[in-house]
């Protein structure tokens, strides 16, 4: 099975923290892929959206699918989710007490 995985958050939280291997490609640009996206002729490949939470990964799979791309899958939970599964006994991550949706919910001691 080969994956891409497409995170289209902010370029800020992207460089804060990302699953290895992800491309950032923010919201707003999404549109600018579709035909690279389309011309992919790897058999059986999936495109995992990543955002924060899902808000904005669902609008980009809105999109992508809407433009029939195949395989558009969204991570589940996000970020803030794989972090809370993943990252839990990672030294000097600590979940923020309060976030809105789509706000990165964790405190890096640097980039990882």
């Known amino acids: 099975l080969i994956a891409s995985i497409i995170d289209v958050r902010a370029e800020a939280d ?52 809407a433009e029939a791309v195949p395989n558009v899958y969204i991570l589940e939970g996000g970020i803030n989710n794989w972090i809370a599964v993943f990252g839990e006994d990672e030294d000097g991550i600590s979940p923020l007490a309060s976030a809105v949706d789509e706000m990165l919910r964790f405190l890096f001691p640097a980039a990882l």
């Open 14 to 65: 992207y460089n804060l923290f990302h699953i290895v291997n992800a491309v950032n490609i923010p919201l707003a640009e999404i549109k600018s892929i579709i035909p690279s996206l389309l011309a992919d002729q790897t058999p059986n490949k999936v495109h995992i959206i990543v955002s924060n939470n899902e808000t904005a990964a669902t609008e980009a799979w809105k999109i992508l699918v």
